[in-house]
């Protein structure tokens, strides 16, 4: 019987020479000599394991490794031999560091099999395994986005129905043709508003009111109102399709959205029924006021727009460097501005009357803006300015370089993501298709418009397994291949 064969290096009852056990590892052709005090050290993990089944049998050992040749006393293991390299150190130096060029999950799929604990991976790989756990995230909720739309759900009533597919038409520009052409408009009318908004306040193009003061021409109050009603017609059903009502009214730009509508129907109120309530000249001067917050509209350029999405993220993630910059400035702001005043105090013209002046004079100095309203006179004051110059100009310089790297990293991301989702998606579909039992290039279904409603086909596309699974789409347990790629 296998398991009654015993290894020509132990003793009948099991127990170890007295010199040094020692095991050979063939991980995908790469050999490598352990020993049995350093494997030891961690008695839960893969090797320590077979170290210790030695004299249990064939049985066990196949248990635990791919084969076994007992001459050479050689263990066989088809794994990622780079993976292994990076993995085996734990048992010399006590933490795992991957080396660059590794897939995290494909690693961290390692460190499982050779049961050795996350805990012993460095918190520098930690972080590069955290991004990759997050971009598959990212992935799956795209691919469940993209099928949840192909789906139709056959209990759902009537209205629930064409809230769908009124939150499809508005939020989904890519979803048909007349929501393209929707957004397009939208666009256009943001343009026009905020064109109009900048006309009115040409002098040649006001008109007199009864008391003779000038206001905007009749011609561009009307375009104004129509921009509105569009915006509040965009709004509105936006909200009312909304599936949750409550992230819909507390998201950024949906905020954007109300403030660059409630100034104009508040100054409508005020102008209508504040003269009753307070002063002619207050209610003047709060509709003045609700007119600027005109300005928010130009913001809703964002949502139309990924560049500018992009750009907000990047200075989003940029915070620490924006930081650096003010503190800089500030540092510079005022070390500079006292010293420009102590030393233009000796001439009888100095421009230079107190410190908190002199802050002006070199916000404008460090920003390299110049506009001349305040300058030095005497020698050192201009040797002060040309190094508050030079040392403005080059903690500007310092943060930049670091802003593009998250504005290009982030762009560079969002298009992999779209494209890994695209891929997921076709594999996916490839899958469907096979387990229909026809060839990919015969009977594999295509996304057509009669495809896309037809529930039974999504279920199908749902229910597929690509050989890039995405674990987060399904609660079923799913294994993988080293040879299999993974995102």
């Not at 050689?74 to 292994?84: G, K, L």
């Not at 193009?205 to 509105?228: F, N, R």
């Not at 494209?419 to 295509?446: F, I, Q, V, W």
Request: with cysteine.
């Amino acid at each position: 019987m296998a398991d009654d064969i015993s290894f020509p290096d132990l003793d009948s009852d099991g127990s170890e020479n007295n010199e040094e056990t020692e095991i050979i590892v063939n991980v995908g052709g790469v050999r490598q000599v352990l020993y049995s005090d350093h494997l030891s050290q961690y008695p839960n993990t893969r090797l320590a394991e077979l170290m210790n089944c030695l004299p249990g049998g064939y049985d066990i050992i196949f248990s635990l490794c791919d084969d076994y040749d007992p001459g050479k006393r050689e263990f066989y293991f088809d794994r990622d031999p780079d993976a292994f390299k990076c993995i085996v150190d734990v048992y010399y130096f006590g933490e795992v560091h991957m080396k660059k060029g590794i897939c995290p999950i494909c690693f961290k799929n390692e460190m499982e099999f050779w049961k050795v604990d996350l805990k012993f991976l460095d918190d520098c790989c930690k972080t590069h395994l955290s991004e990759k756990k997050e971009e598959l995230e990212e992935i799956a909720l795209r691919v469940q986005l993209i099928l949840d739309d192909l789906g139709v759900d056959s209990s759902e009533n009537r209205w629930k129905k064409c809230q769908k597919c009124i939150w499809k038409f508005m939020e989904k520009p890519e979803s048909s043709y007349p929501a393209r052409v929707t957004a397009v408009l939208s666009f256009l009318f943001i343009l026009t508003s905020s064109v109009v908004m900048c006309v009115g306040t040409i002098p040649e193009l006001q008109v007199l009111d009864s008391e003779g003061k000038a206001v905007e021409h009749p011609v561009l109050d009307k375009i104004e109102t129509a921009c509105i009603g569009w915006f509040t017609l965009e709004y509105v059903l936006r909200l009312i399709s909304s599936p949750n009502k409550l992230h819909f009214a507390l998201s950024f730009m949906n905020i954007i959205d109300i403030s660059a509508i409630l100034p104009f129907y508040a100054s409508l109120i005020l102008t209508h029924l504040g003269a009753r309530l307070m002063e002619l000249t207050n209610v003047q001067q709060a509709v003045q006021a609700l007119r600027i917050m005109r300005i928010a509209r130009i913001f809703k350029l964002a949502r139309h727009s990924s560049g500018l999405q992009t750009l907000t993220y990047a200075l989003k993630r940029s915070f620490k460097e924006l930081g650096l910059l003010l503190m800089y400035l500030a540092v510079g702001i005022f070390v500079f501005s006292a010293l420009g005043y102590t030393m233009e105090q000796s001439h009888p013209e100095t421009l230079f009357k107190s410190i908190p002046q002199s802050f002006w004079w070199a916000i404008i100095t460090m920003t390299t803006v110049g506009y001349g309203d305040i300058y030095p006179k005497t020698t050192l004051g201009k040797l002060n300015a040309a190094i508050s110059f030079l040392c403005g100009v080059i903690a500007i310089a310092l943060p930049i370089h670091p802003i593009i790297n998250n504005f290009v990293r982030y762009y560079n991301k969002q298009r992999v993501l779209e494209t890994a989702a695209k891929h997921e998606l076709e594999l996916m579909e490839l899958n469907a298709g096979d387990r229909k039992g026809g060839s990919p290039e015969d009977e594999t279904p295509c996304l057509s418009q009669k495809e896309k409603g037809d529930p039974q086909w999504s279920s199908q596309l749902k229910a597929s397994i690509s050989d890039t699974f995405i674990h987060f789409l399904s609660d079923e347990k799913h294994h993988r291949t080293r040879l299999q790629s993974c995102k």
